[in-house]
């Protein structure tokens, strides 16, 4: 059964990390959270949060940050946290195709916990320039996927090690929140924010440099 939202605050934005184990979501959590990358591997057991003020093209925001555990036995205790929140960041690995072809059935949960969840995916681990799947194997599992595009893409590399592109997807996602604002409040009545033409906005409002 679907739950009823819990109303944030003016400002304050939910955000949940998903996505199969090890695929650095932890990690991008401590990176945005504390500013701080620790190399070793212990697998997130339920679910962590935290905030982080945060001021944006001179607003401040407060940023509540949920960080789930990917692995399959910890399924249900993650699937009873989307409600938390309003925004996802879906997170796969660059270096691991199962954890790409598991986005779908990741999508399929938060669905049946969400309508219309409002959902970034990050490729993490982009640092590993080598080892990286190919961008072809990656627009095919995300090519029909309703997510929020990034100046025409369908998906952000980050790496939560040397922190490339963790605060810029803060950002982005602080600038889906005004848009579905500004769409509440009836400011946006005659150009409804669609997926495709926020990537258009994003790219003209030169987003996050
Ligand atoms: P669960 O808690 O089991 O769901 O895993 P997780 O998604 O939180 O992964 P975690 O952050 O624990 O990272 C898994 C492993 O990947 C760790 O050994 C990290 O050091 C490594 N890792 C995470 N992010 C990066 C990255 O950006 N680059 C590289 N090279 N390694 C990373």
Redesign the pocket.
Known sequence: MKKENIKPKKNEIKILLL??????????FKRYLENKY???????VGVDFSTRDFKYKNENYIIQVF?????ERFKGITKSYFHMSEYYFV?FDLTNKNSLDAIPSWLELLKEEKENPKYIILG?????KNKQISEDEINNVLENLDNININGEKFLR?????GNNIENAFKYMIDVFNNDNNENKGENNNAKLTKSNLQKKNSNAKCCK
């Open positions: 996505g199969d184990t090890g695929v650095g979501k932890t990690s991008i620790e190399g070793n591997k212990t697998a997130t960080d789930t555990a990917g692995q997170v993490n681990k982009d640092d590993l980050v790496s939560a090690k040397n």
